[in-house]
């Protein structure tokens, strides 16, 4: 069911913005890490938490939209370069899903990459198309959005209709392990269906940042990281410097991040040392990790 408010809620303002600043301190601390090093991280992290099928680990879960939460800085710190977001994504994302559960997050990273460059949403969306396997349900339910948006301009209700049916009451489309597949009412954290509300909003806000948000919101399901997301991309094309104050001014930089004892300001200073010990000291991960063992 949509959801019929006509207000713009205010804590998913605070998501859509603190979306934009813990990915700036995700990007702080990827950028660090040398492809070698990102590599070496991958083999040991999935040593410890993720095997393959068939080996009596678990399998990391297809379809489900984690890794796009995570991804936003594959994006921003690698504006215009859509295969760096890509490799991120095989090395990082893997960790968290694989299959459509990937591809968003490499689908959204690609939104982000393009949206330094222009602010019209079908370049975006298209940027986006071009970072997944052209054969895969994602980048079917991509292609159907674009589509149905160009049939269908000014009506971003009758498009979510389309998308129910088929991405949710289908139990085709419908990952079985976060949702009912197909049942009506069913809650859902499919990677397509969530996707599809983020490039609802872009779309169909064209431009607007309130509309954008709202529309994302609206569409319902896993309604926070949704709109933060068509935020995050659509703010990125105006730039934080110029964004109207009211979508700033509550911000708390000096705030920790949960379960650290960071703030913003310090691990960009942190990040900042690692990235200057790197570079005098360059050291594999995986000796680190040897470290860490004895």
């Given at each position: 069911?949509?959801?019929?408010?006509?207000?713009?809620?205010t804590?998913?303002?605070?998501?859509?913005?603190?979306?934009?600043?813990?990915?700036?301190a995700?990007?702080?601390?990827?950028?660090?890490?040398?492809p070698?090093d990102a590599?070496?991280?991958?083999?040991?992290?999935v040593s410890?938490?993720?095997?393959?099928?068939?080996?009596?680990g678990?399998?990391?879960?297809?379809?489900?939209?984690w890794?796009?939460?995570a991804?936003?800085?594959?994006?921003?710190?690698?504006?215009g370069?859509?295969n760096?977001?890509?490799?991120?994504?095989?090395?990082?994302?893997r960790?968290?899903?694989y299959?459509?559960?990937?591809?968003?997050?490499?689908?959204?990273g690609?939104?982000?990459?393009?949206?330094?460059?222009?602010?019209?949403m079908?370049?975006?969306?298209?940027?986006?198309?071009?970072?997944?396997?052209k054969?895969?349900?994602?980048?079917?339910?991509?292609?159907?959005?674009?589509?149905?948006?160009?049939?269908n301009?000014?009506?971003?209700?009758?498009?979510?209709?389309?998308i129910?049916?088929?991405?949710h009451?289908?139990?085709?489309?419908?990952?079985?392990l976060?949702?009912?597949?197909?049942a009506k009412g069913?809650?859902?954290?499919?990677?397509?269906?969530?996707?599809a509300?983020?490039?609802?909003?872009?779309?169909?806000g064209?431009?607007?940042?309130?509309?954008?948000?709202?529309?994302?919101t609206?569409?319902?399901?896993?309604?926070?990281?949704?709109?933060?997301?068509?935020?995050?991309i659509?703010?990125?094309?105006?730039?934080?410097?110029?964004?109207?104050?009211?979508f700033?001014?509550?911000?708390?930089?000096?705030?920790?991040?949960?379960?650290?004892?960071?703030d913003?300001?310090?691990?960009?200073?942190?990040?900042q040392?690692i990235?200057?010990?790197?570079?005098?000291?360059p050291?594999?991960v995986?000796?680190?990790y040897?470290?860490?063992?004895?």
């Amino acid at each position: 069911m949509i959801m019929k408010t006509n207000t713009l809620p205010t804590r998913w303002l605070a998501a859509s913005m603190m979306s934009l600043m813990t990915v700036v301190a995700q990007a702080a601390f990827t950028i660090t890490t040398q492809p070698a090093d990102a590599a070496a991280y991958t083999a040991a992290t999935v040593s410890l938490t993720v095997t393959t099928e068939g080996s009596g680990g678990v399998k990391a879960p297809d379809g489900v939209r984690w890794y796009f939460n995570a991804s936003n800085s594959s994006g921003l710190i690698a504006p215009g370069m859509p295969n760096r977001v890509i490799e991120l994504g095989e090395k990082f994302g893997r960790l968290m899903n694989y299959g459509d559960g990937l591809y968003a997050g490499q689908c959204v990273g690609g939104m982000y990459a393009e949206a330094f460059f222009t602010d019209d949403m079908v370049t975006i969306v298209k940027a986006g198309l071009r970072c997944i396997p052209k054969d895969s349900q994602y980048a079917e339910m991509v292609r159907d959005l674009l589509a149905w948006y160009r049939k269908n301009p000014d009506d971003w209700e009758k498009t979510w209709e389309w998308i129910e049916e088929k991405y949710h009451k289908n139990s085709a489309y419908v990952h079985g392990l976060c949702s009912g597949k197909g049942a009506k009412g069913d809650y859902s954290i499919d990677a397509k269906l969530n996707g599809a509300y983020i490039i609802m909003g872009l779309l169909y806000g064209k431009g607007d940042f309130d509309k954008t948000i709202v529309i994302s919101t609206r569409c319902g399901q896993d309604s926070d990281c949704n709109p933060s997301n068509a935020g995050g991309i659509l703010f990125t094309t105006v730039g934080f410097s110029k964004l109207p104050a009211r979508f700033s001014a509550a911000l708390d930089p000096t705030g920790k991040f949960s379960h650290t004892p960071y703030d913003f300001p310090k691990l960009i200073e942190v990040s900042q040392k690692i990235l200057t010990i790197d570079s005098l000291f360059p050291l594999q991960v995986s000796q680190i990790y040897q470290g860490f063992n004895h």
